[in-house]
């Protein structure tokens, strides 16, 4: 798989989790894929601050991404 299906792939797994957070006053976007391992996401509005934000991350979203990009590693938050 090519950089670009994987990123295209990822954007595609960020779109079927999206209206989970939306929904939760929350939101995320990609920011990069480093050596198409890592997966790097900001989480906004009120996934920022929500006490399980880093359960969602592995459990929801990296679990989404790595269903789309299965050669994805990990997926860390970054702060703004």
């Known amino acids: ?16 989790i999206r209206p ?3 929904s939760d006053g929350g939101n995320i976007s990609l920011i990069t894929i480093e050596d198409d391992k890592l997966v790097k996401v900001q989480l906004h509005g009120a996934c920022t601050s929500c006490s399980v934000n880093q ?21 860390i938050n970054v702060e703004a």
């Open 1 to 16: 798989m090519t950089s670009e299906e994987i990123r295209n792939n990822v954007e595609k797994a960020l779109e079927e």
């Open 20 to 22: 989970f957070l939306e």
């Open 55 to 75: 359960m969602t991350l592995k459990s929801g979203v990296e679990m989404t991404i790595k269903k789309y990009a299965p050669q994805i590693e990990a997926v």
